[in-house]
């Protein structure tokens, strides 16, 4: 497996590349996951961990006599996981394990709406999913990592964003680790086991449903540190032990952080908010209520706000809201980008927003020449690694702050709370929120969604302007020339800046056409003219005076 690092939002992202990922789930469609608890032992003497995995589930079809979960069968290497037995409820069941599913046979079908148990037992070294490692100090790591669909490297489940369900983990490990996962901390006691080993049980519930994208466990030597809550909300950062005095600081903004978006969104979707130092492979990975950060960010140079937020921005969007489907992934990866953004603006001014609103349309035009052919929301991609890319978040980053200037400010935080609240703790797709922006904001948005999202491609401007100064005219010459036979409606800016004023003087007009010409009358001699100096519309431009 290859390891490319690359550069999302500023930050470090590691990606693993995979074969194609088909996105094919045979059991979306034939249950319902309601609860998921997971019995998970892990020791020191080798990477083998044991499990029983219990779903609560429901019937979503008639005479249904298969169930099928997504999970990753012993290979030839001898990693993988091999299942010893199977009940629903307290009746031993028939099953099969393919290479990604467990094929599970029932005697009597079941009815649609019927509610049972699943209790799976097995054991296996994972070969993706739950990395066990050594961190940077040469201390025994175990942490989950489960985007996009690896949980199924180590957890019999419904794979799938769009199936949500409560959980819990009951892990025993060695006396000597600590333990964090989804929720709150229920029970934490050593264990006496047979040959005088000394074991402890930790025990977290979740009690809000979340994608299994998103469910996780992190066993190391921790130092932990509790905050001040905010708005209630317990607040830790659990970092390596041997890290504490260097890397605590590095959360230090997470208060900050947690507040704006509880004001800005709505009220934080979890019992608790926890950053932890990791061996995730991305620079930040946003597990509700537990966020695993890369061990190489957290250094102890207080230089990773932006990640912080971009991952807490997450739990709203990404976590209590999430995509049905893959090709929606912008509403998780676009909402995170621009919400820390809007989270940099707050804190630094409108100039640091438009500083990172620079550096994105670089990221979105040198993606667009790899990719010209590509849309935000792309329904053919089947590797679901190349859904990290600008699209989903640079783009979709800037298609919301066009949204916003279309809007206006009290409209769009009308409308992104009204979208929390409606789909909080489910799933929606691109039409879900057009429809909540429409209605909230009383205009119709297809042609605005249509262009940015499902069409491939931006505008590409070429103009040029000059000022007579006996008649103190400026006229500006504008052309669209990208190549994607689209033409563009654009709201646009012009800054006039004169030599004795330090704020430009700004200019509005409409581009309808391919060429369009348009007059001003000024007041002196500009010293320079600039097009969206404001930086509100996602173009390439090329503008000179003549």
Known sequence: ???????????????????????????????????????????????QITGVSSLLFRVKKHALDTLILD???????????????????????????????????????????????????????PADGLIISENEYGDRTFFGDNWPNRARYWLPVI???????????KIIAPEHYKVIANGILREESFLDMSFGEKKKLTHWVSSQPI?????????????VLYEKPVFNIPVQHWVYADNRENSFGDFEPTANILHYFSKYIGDYP?????????????????????????????????????????????QWFGNAVSEKSWEHIWLSEGFSTYLSHMYIEHTYGEDSLRSLLKNDKNRIFSYYRKAPSSAVINTTETNLFLFLNANSYQKGSWFLHMLRQKLGDEIFQKGIRSFYKLKCHSSADTEDFKQIMEKVSEQSLTQFFDQWLY???????????????ISKKLKIDLEQIQKNGELYYLPLEVGVYYADEE????????????????????K???????????????????????
């Open 211 to 223: 994608p299994t994208k998103a469910m996780v466990f992190g066993a190391t030597h921790f130092a």
């Open 159 to 169: 794979d799938h964003p769009s199936d949500k369900a409560t959980s819990e983990f």
């Open 455 to 469: 069409k491939a491609g931006h505008p590409v401007i070429e103009g040029t302007w000059k000022f007579s100064g």
């Open 71 to 125: 999970f990753i069968s012993k290979d030839e290497k001898g990693t993988g996981m091999q299942v010893k037995e199977v009940k629903l409820n307290e009746n031993i069941l028939v099953f099969s394990q393919q290479t990604e599913h467990l094929s599970i046979f029932l005697s009597d079908p079941l009815d649609k709406d019927y509610i049972g148990t699943l209790h799976v037992k097995y054991q296996g070294i």
């Open 270 to 314: 979890y019992e608790k908010l926890a950053n932890v130092e990791s061996k995730t492979k991305y620079g930040g990975m946003e597990n509700a209520s537990n966020i695993f950060y890369n061990e190489l960010v957290v250094d102890g140079n207080h230089t990773i706000e932006g990640l912080i937020a971009h991952e807490i921005a997450h």
């Open 524 to 546: 002196s001699q500009p010293k320079a003219i600039v097009l969206d100096p404001n930086v509100k519309v996602l173009m390439d431009t090329h503008f000179v005076n003549k």
């Open 1 to 47: 497996m290859l390891y490319i690092k690359t550069c999302l939002l500023g930050f470090c992202f590691f990606i693993s590349f995979s074969p194609t990922i088909a996105q094919f789930y045979p059991s979306l469609n034939r249950i319902d996951a309601l609860h998921y608890t997971f019995e998970i032992e892990v020791n020191d003497k080798n990477n």
């Open 503 to 522: 704020k430009p003087e700004i200019l509005t007009f409409h581009l309808k056409q391919k060429t369009s010409s348009f007059s001003f009358k000024l």
